[in-house]
């Protein structure tokens, strides 16, 4: 290891030193998605002499990758991204060993890759393998560097890691049921500002490295979400009180981690739901008429300062008879789940229903430049 040189700038740091710089030598991280969040970890991983990096994505770089996956550019548009990611880093630091898995984790090949492991690092883009990632590391009792990105906001967090006294927290916490595909929008839905996976990314990287390390305080049983629009981040404790199934293999086997619907009554889609805009909601949310719903989960950020109950998107369906018989105005983060939430509130409850175009990060965005 080339310690004088390559490393002397961390190594000279107070509380690091080279007995802190042969951990990271010796440590062995899986980083899952090559994308916007992956590119930025494995660089700096990389950077920082992590010994053994595995990398593992099946896709290959597109060009509507360019704007935020900067380890790639336009002459190596439809190579396969481990490979020009191995490349890359093996050219940035040939003491490093990467590992290159060119397909997508299943529950076939989970448990044998990560079990050779240190941590995982989640870098994807999707709610399946997000959910075989955490199960399978609770499973085996790995460590989860989250991280995840939409719009304009990021999260970053540590799952399945204690310290002290505290009860370990995964991420079917904060999300104790997979959600069907008409809860939730992709990124190709919603888009993303380039420069975000990068922050959130770096993150991630920071926080694999403290683990590693043993340094500082990890981000561990604490979401830390980063809003770009007004360059605030906020903080939440998590706990384990949601009720979580044991997770074992049996589980893992028989859990279908597929994303589909959950239509059963009827096709929502031809549900039709007006949206408003948020100039229209400032003229109507302190109306007495009508009823404010939040459907966002109860760990969401930023919280709401008028009159509105919140029940959230992951139990509304069995809590809609709660609801009064008045028109409902239905909020959530980026006015993807309130279309939803309103379709459902219609169909069963027959009253008028309306969802907040843009959400909540469209309303925070206009009052905070008022």
Same mark, same amino acid.
């Given at each position: 290891?080339?310690?004088?040189?390559?490393?002397?700038?961390q190594i000279?740091?107070?509380?690091?030193?080279?007995?802190?710089?042969?951990?990271?030598?010796?440590?062995?991280?899986l980083?899952?998605?090559?994308?916007?969040?992956g590119?930025?970890?494995?660089?700096?991983l990389?950077?920082?002499g992590v010994?053994?990096?595995?990398?593992?994505?099946a896709d290959?770089?597109?060009?509507?990758n360019?704007?935020?996956?900067?380890?790639y550019?336009?002459?190596?548009?439809?190579?396969?991204?481990?490979?020009?990611?191995?490349?890359?880093?093996?050219?940035?630091?040939?003491?490093?060993?990467?590992?290159?898995?060119? @397909?997508?984790?299943?529950?076939?090949?989970a448990?044998?890759?990560?079990?050779?492991?240190?941590?995982?690092?989640?870098?994807?883009d999707?709610?399946?393998?997000?959910?075989?990632?955490?199960?399978?590391?609770?499973?085996?009792?790995?460590?989860?560097?989250?991280?995840?990105v939409?719009?304009?906001?990021?999260?970053?967090a540590?799952?399945?890691?204690?310290s002290?006294?505290?009860?370990t927290?995964?991420?079917?916490?904060?999300?104790?049921?997979q959600?069907?595909?008409n809860?939730?929008?992709?990124?190709?839905?919603?888009?993303?500002?380039?420069?975000l996976?990068g922050?959130?990314?770096?993150?991630?990287?920071?926080?694999?490295?403290?683990?590693?390390?043993?340094?500082?305080?990890?981000?561990?049983?604490?979401?830390?979400?980063?809003?770009?629009?007004?360059?605030?981040?906020?903080?939440?404790?998590?706990?384990?009180?949601a009720?979580?199934?044991?997770?074992?293999?049996?589980?893992?086997?028989?859990?279908?981690?597929?994303?589909?619907?959950?239509?059963?009554?009827?096709?929502?889609?031809?549900?039709?739901?007006?949206?408003?805009?948020?100039?229209?909601f400032?003229?109507?949310?302190?109306?007495?008429?009508?009823f404010?719903?939040?459907?966002r989960?109860?760990?969401?950020?930023?919280?709401?300062? @008028?009159?509105?109950?919140?029940?959230?998107?992951?139990v509304l369906?069995?809590?809609?008879?709660?609801?009064?018989?008045?028109?409902?105005?239905?909020?959530c983060h980026?006015?993807?789940?309130?279309?939803?939430a309103?379709?459902?509130?219609?169909?069963?409850k027959?009253?008028?229903?309306?969802?907040?175009?843009?959400g909540?990060?469209?309303? @925070?965005?206009?009052?905070?430049?008022?």
């Amino acid at each position: 290891m080339d310690l004088n040189n390559r490393y002397i700038r961390q190594i000279i740091l107070p509380g690091f030193g080279i007995a802190t710089q042969e951990k990271l030598g010796t440590a062995k991280v899986l980083i899952v998605g090559m994308g916007g969040l992956g590119c930025p970890v494995l660089q700096y991983l990389v950077g920082v002499g992590v010994g053994t990096i595995g990398i593992m994505d099946a896709d290959k770089i597109s060009k509507s990758n360019l704007h935020r996956q900067l380890l790639y550019d336009e002459k190596e548009i439809g190579r396969l991204k481990v490979e020009v990611a191995a490349n890359k880093a093996k050219a940035q630091n040939s003491s490093v060993d990467i590992v290159e898995y060119p @397909f997508t984790l299943s529950k076939n090949n989970a448990a044998e890759i990560i079990k050779g492991y240190d941590l995982v690092i989640d870098a994807t883009d999707n709610f399946s393998a997000k959910y075989l990632i955490n199960d399978v590391c609770v499973w085996l009792q790995k460590p989860v560097v989250f991280g995840a990105v939409s719009g304009y906001e990021g999260q970053v967090a540590i799952f399945n890691f204690s310290s002290d006294a505290k009860p370990t927290i995964h991420y079917r916490h904060l999300f104790p049921v997979q959600p069907a595909a008409n809860e939730f929008a992709t990124c190709e839905e919603t888009g993303v500002i380039g420069v975000l996976p990068g922050i959130i990314g770096t993150m991630q990287a920071a926080e694999a490295i403290k683990l590693i390390a043993g340094l500082g305080q990890p981000l561990y049983n604490r979401l830390l979400t980063y809003n770009f629009l007004s360059a605030r981040w906020y903080e939440i404790e998590m706990n384990s009180s949601a009720e979580v199934p044991l997770i074992d293999e049996h589980f893992i086997n028989t859990t279908n981690y597929q994303i589909v619907c959950d239509f059963t009554e009827a096709d929502l889609e031809e549900i039709d739901i007006d949206e408003i805009d948020v100039s229209q909601f400032l003229n109507l949310k302190y109306d007495s008429n009508i009823f404010i719903l939040d459907v966002r989960e109860l760990h969401e950020y930023p919280t709401i300062d @008028f009159s509105h109950a919140q029940i959230p998107m992951s139990v509304l369906k069995e809590s809609i008879h709660l609801l009064p018989e008045k028109p409902i105005y239905v909020l959530c983060h980026q006015g993807i789940r309130s279309v939803y939430a309103a379709q459902l509130i219609k169909l069963h409850k027959k009253v008028e229903a309306y969802s907040l175009k843009g959400g909540l990060t469209a309303y @925070f965005n206009r009052v905070s430049n008022e």
